[in-house]
């Protein structure tokens, strides 16, 4: 496999967006669109993950791959779990050459996850409120399984007490577990507001820090320690 080198001068995030909008699948799309929702939420991720020591790290639903990218450029191993195929919004070119490795599966109900050994961090940004069942048990399971005792999670999501759209579900309290009945055909299922994804960490994590962004409509949270 061809794999690039990684750039030690720490390139900045706007670097890895122009990189991604060159090779990106829907690169139109993404330029168009998808680069301004990032700038909401990607700025704060850049700076904490720059704070800590390069290892192996676990990014589900990594969308075009821009935090991904950003991550092996610093020195990071970088592992995808996406639901959908590689080449939807990686390409397959892409991935091999920046040497990222891709898992085609759903986090929710495949019996059987992906084999990764466990990792220093693990990134879930922007997945909660498109999940199809209750998150509490996905994100339970993914934890215990790839996040190491010392390992931190990290989440964002959008504040929806701070911004407007329709949900199939007002909280995820009320969702039905993973494989227990039809998923509904909704792009947005999961309403998140502060206390209800507080008390979903919480319920999950021995450890957790919660908070709304000041600066976006978005929610943060960091987490170590999966219960059980």
Same mark, same amino acid.
């Given at each position: ?5 990684p ?17 990106a699948?829907?690169?139109d ?132 007490? %701070?911004?407007s ?25 999961? %309403? ?37």
């Amino acid at each position: 496999m061809d794999i690039a080198t990684p750039d030690w001068n720490r390139p900045t995030l706007e670097e890895a967006q122009q990189v991604i909008a060159a090779n990106a699948a829907n690169a139109d799309y993404y330029r168009q669109y998808y680069m301004q929702w990032e700038k909401m939420y990607l700025p704060q991720m850049v700076e904490w993950l720059s704070l800590i020591d390069p290892g192996h790290c676990i990014d589900v639903g990594p969308g075009n791959g821009t935090l991904a990218y950003w991550l092996r450029q610093m020195g990071w191993h970088v592992y995808l779990l996406d639901n959908v195929p590689l080449g939807t919004f990686i390409t397959p070119e892409f991935a091999q050459r920046e040497g990222l490795h891709y898992y085609h599966c759903s986090i929710e109900t495949d019996p059987e996850l992906p084999e990764i050994a466990p990792v220093d961090v693990m990134v879930m940004g922007q997945v909660i409120g498109h999940l199809k069942y209750n998150p509490q048990p996905t994100i339970a399971r993914l934890a215990r399984q790839y996040l190491k005792p010392d390992g931190l999670f990290f989440f964002h999501n959008l504040d929806c007490e %701070r911004t407007s759209g329709s949900y199939a579900y007002e909280s995820w309290r009320v969702m039905p577990e993973p494989g227990s009945a039809p998923p509904v055909a909704d792009m947005n299922t999961c %309403r998140t507001t502060l206390a209800d994804y507080r008390e979903m960490m919480e319920s999950i994590f021995e450890s957790t820090e919660v908070f709304a962004y000041e600066g976006a409509p978005i929610l943060y949270a960091i987490c170590e320690m999966p219960k059980g």
